[in-house]
């Protein structure tokens, strides 16, 4: 009906939004992704100036500027959270190529960032991907270090 994906396999990989390195949650210096509050997951601490990508093929469901919401063919509820309290630049230095209820395969690029402008806040760019919900059977495998923009870094 979405056209999601080719199989199943692909709807339980998740991927890098942007390129970095790979880091586990549980480094992250916010203490609701570190302690996992929200889900299992990653982080990535961007290294390029480029765009954001999907982590994940399925239906945006939500966009808020520096978040993303996304669920899968198969029930996961992903958010992609880009950068630590970024939430207070009121979107200014996002930009979005997508909308809720766009439908995308993982690694579309679907936004970018000015790292500049985070930077100048004084705030982190450590973007967080989070199994919020549905779809995952057992704790994350996650494969950690440098990964480019779409790489696959984990399987639900």
Do not use: C, R
């Not at 080719?6 to 790979?22: C, H, I, M, N």
Request: aromatic share 6%; hydrophobic share 40%; no cysteine.
């Amino acid at each position: 009906m979405f056209g999601f994906g080719k199989s199943k396999e692909l709807d339980k990989k998740l991927y890098a939004p942007v390129s970095g390195e790979v880091i586990e949650l549980s480094s992250v210096s916010d203490p609701v992704f570190s302690q996992k509050m929200m889900g299992d997951g990653f982080a990535v601490n961007p290294d390029a100036q480029e765009g954001i990508y999907a982590p994940v093929s399925g239906e945006v469901v939500m966009v808020q500027g520096h978040a993303f919401g996304f669920k899968t063919a198969a029930g996961a509820e992903i958010l992609l959270h880009v950068g630590i309290d970024t939430v207070n630049l009121e979107g200014k230095p996002f930009t979005s190529t997508v909308k809720a209820g766009d439908t995308v395969t993982a690694g579309d690029k679907i936004g970018t960032v000015d790292w500049a402008q985070v930077e100048a806040a004084g705030l982190e760019k450590t973007t967080m991907v989070v199994v919020t919900g549905g779809g995952q059977d057992s704790p994350l495998a996650i494969d950690l270090g440098q990964k480019a923009a779409g790489e696959a870094v984990a399987t639900l």
